[in-house]
């Protein structure tokens, strides 16, 4: 089922200038792709338990350089875009080199990004469950509610508002806490 879903996302960011066949080995390739990381995943022991990195990931990755290998000129030039092609329809690399230009440059904010955010939570203490709750299961300690707030969302809107300093009051309404999250906090 993952290397369908693979291909569906592989296949989402060229759909617009391909043709069937192309898109067809695009899809392909991606279900390969997907099997591909998803081992690397294992062997790096990733804790992915859905496969969604290998999944959307590196398939994606394939999706966005494909379309310049695959891009039909014809289709590229309706769409306003002058002497553009992928390399296999116009015998050089320019769309192509754009393509992988473009996907590194993405993959480079979403990794400086991510870092940022989830170092960020790390150093809070944000990121992961407590051990108690892990035991537990996070499934059942997060949809097993108690007074109608869940006690792991409980804990971290308590974390949030008392690293903005205001724990009570106002703002802490605006910001969806009820008044039984001090109980869990």
């Known amino acids: 089922m993952n290397g369908i879903v693979a291909g ?4 989402t ?3 617009g200038v391909v043709e069937p066949y192309a898109a067809a080995i695009i899809g392909i390739v991606s279900g390969a792709v997907y099997c591909g990381s998803w081992r690397l ?11 969604a990195g290998a999944v959307h990931a590196w398939p994606g990755f394939w999706g966005c350089i494909a379309s310049g290998l695959f891009a039909w000129p014809k289709q590229v030039a309706t769409l ?11 015998g050089h690399g320019g769309q192509f080199g754009t393509n992988v230009l473009g996907t590194l440059v993405v993959l480079a904010w979403t990794v400086a990004t991510s870092s940022i955010v989830f170092g960020s939570l790390q150093a809070a203490k944000l990121l992961r469950v407590t051990a108690e709750e892990e035991e537990m299961g996070v499934d059942l300690a997060e949809h097993l509610p108690r007074d109608g707030v869940t006690p792991l969302k409980s804990k971290m809107m308590g974390a949030v508002m008392r690293h903005r300093g205001s724990g009570s009051g106002a703002s802490s309404r605006a910001c969806g806490a009820s008044e039984t999250t001090a109980t869990y906090a």
Request: proline letters at 7%; charged letters at 15%; a negative charge.
């Open 41 to 51: 995943h294992e062997r790096l022991r990733i804790d992915d338990p859905v496969h």
């Open 80 to 90: 306003g875009y002058v002497g553009g092609g992928g390399l296999f329809y116009t």
């Open 13 to 15: 960011g060229p759909c």
């Open 8 to 11: 569906l996302v592989g296949i």
